[in-house]
């Protein structure tokens, strides 16, 4: 019902922008048609079309799917700290602007000089994950570093993995046996308030069979901080999954690789200004406009829609 549900609406919106395509020449043909009013509505037009295009693309059986960002420093040591702490904060700002999804930051771990170790957003709203899980994989920055007494360009890259939130793993044949998880509770050290930072609030849940760890500390309760950290687990666990299955599901693990040469996109600073997608061949030169106000809508929809293009 919910398919059908999306479907109809996708539908409504093909009729509405029909009818008033339509009607636009009429509305040009008028002598005392308003030119700022003609562009208004030929924009929104446009827009109602890009949104139409855009929920083609998302045909994945996770795409309508909460999701989890997590952003890590990779090799650059406090540069790549501070690296990932940019992203996060792009991702933060992107989501802000977009009503219909929602961002709360679960865990937030300190560099030791700068930025972040590490950090994860769960997302949520319809298609979070269907817009979100191009961002996977790594990404390069290239700068005059602040922490280079000599005022060198450096290298960093930061590592972002994005999973849907799987709501049951009934249906992938996973089991979790609470006799296989270990629970450990901690005072946070994140970003969250006096009483969250003085309490044992926060939850560390590890797999024993297969290693994966989970942890939420940003909540007040410890029930919260669980409950937060199991959602966690069973995403952690899907993929797993789905990583051990054939090759036909690899369009949805997308294994990140470690190999820096490897990474899908390029942030440049010094000697010029670029931000370069490798898989879209997408580029700008308004890095600011990425990185500090989060302005990722055109990027991501030149990369659904050259995985589009290489799909059919």
Do not use: C
Request: no cysteine; charged share 25%.
């Amino acid at each position: 019902m919910q398919a059908l549900a999306r479907k109809q609406e996708l539908f409504n919106v093909l009729h509405e922008v029909e009818d008033r395509l339509a009607f636009l020449p009429e509305l040009f043909a008028e002598e005392e048609a308003d030119i700022a009013d003609l562009q208004t509505e030929v924009s929104s037009l446009e827009r109602a079309l890009a949104y139409v295009r855009q929920r083609q693309y998302f045909q994945g059986p996770y795409d309508t799917s909460h999701a989890f960002i997590f952003v890590q420093a990779g090799a650059g040591g406090a540069d790549a700290q501070d690296f990932a702490d940019m992203l996060f904060q792009m991702y933060l700002t992107y989501l802000r602007d977009r009503p219909e999804l929602k961002a709360d930051v679960v865990e937030y771990s300190p560099g030791n000089e700068a930025g972040i170790k590490r950090a994860l957003i769960s997302v949520q709203g319809e298609y979070a994950y269907g817009t979100l899980k191009v961002e996977r994989g790594v990404h390069r920055l290239v700068r005059v570093s602040p922490f280079n007494a000599q005022g060198q360009r450096h290298t960093s890259f930061a590592i972002v993995q994005v999973l849907p939130e799987i709501e049951s793993l009934e249906e992938q044949d996973i089991k979790i046996n609470s006799n296989d998880l270990q629970i450990d509770t901690f005072r946070s050290s994140g970003p969250g308030g006096q009483s969250v930072n003085t309490t044992d609030s926060a939850v560390r849940i590890t797999h024993e069979p297969t290693g994966l760890v989970a942890t939420s500390q940003t909540e007040r309760s410890q029930l919260q901080n669980r409950e937060i950290a199991l959602r966690i687990l069973r995403s952690k666990l899907w993929q797993k999954h789905q990583e051990e299955r054939s090759k036909e599901q690899e369009e949805l693990t997308e294994q990140v690789s470690v190999s820096w040469g490897n990474h899908i996109r390029s942030y440049v600073l010094d000697p010029y200004q670029l931000v370069k997608d490798q898989r879209s061949d997408y580029q700008t030169n308004q890095v600011y406009d990425i990185l500090k106000e989060g302005k990722l809508d055109e990027l991501i929809a030149s990369v659904l829609a050259s995985k589009t293009r290489n799909s059919s």
